[in-house]
C-alpha cells in the first residue's frame, strides 16, 4: 500500500473528539457483501471504537461502539488469527467502491 494513502482521510470521526481519521487508524476486521466493520484508534484522545457500515439503497449508513479491545485483540475475536495485508487492502477497495453496491439490481424483475 503506498504511504501516501495512509495519511488520506477517512469519511469518519472520533466520535468522542470528532477529530478526522485517516486511513491508518482504521483497521478493517470483517466484510461481507453489503457490510464491513472497522476496528479505530484515534490518535488524538485514543478512544478505540468499533464502526459497521452498512451499505443500502438509500446511502451507506455508520454504527459505533466504543471498545477497549485494540485492534489485535478484535482480529483475534473473529478469526483467532490476524488479518493479512491483502484483507486490508480488499475491504479499503470494497469502501472506495461502496457506491457500486447496487441494491436495486436485486428489485428489478
Ligand atoms: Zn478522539
Not at 3 to 23: G, H, I, M
Not at 31 to 43: M, V
Not at 61 to 68: A, F, P, Q, W
Not at 83 to 98: C, F, G, K, L, T
Amino acid at each position: 500500500m503506498a504511504k501516501n494513502n495512509q495519511n488520506q482521510e477517512f469519511p469518519a470521526s472520533c466520535p468522542v473528539c470528532r477529530k478526522v481519521l485517516s486511513r491508518k487508524d482504521v483497521f478493517p476486521v470483517f466484510e461481507a457483501y453489503t457490510k464491513i466493520l472497522l476496528h479505530f484508534s484515534c490518535p488524538s484522545c485514543q478512544t478505540s471504537a468499533l464502526l459497521t457500515v452498512v451499505g443500502g439503497m438509500q446511502g451507506t449508513i455508520g454504527m459505533g461502539m466504543v471498545t477497549d479491545l485494540d485492534r489485535a485483540e478484535i482480529a483475534e475475536k473473529f478469526f483467532g488469527r490476524s488479518v493479512s495485508a491483502d484483507e486490508v487492502i480488499d475491504a479499503y477497495q470494497m469502501m472506495n467502491n461502496s457506491k457500486c453496491i447496487d441494491f436495486e439490481d436485486s428489485f428489478r424483475n
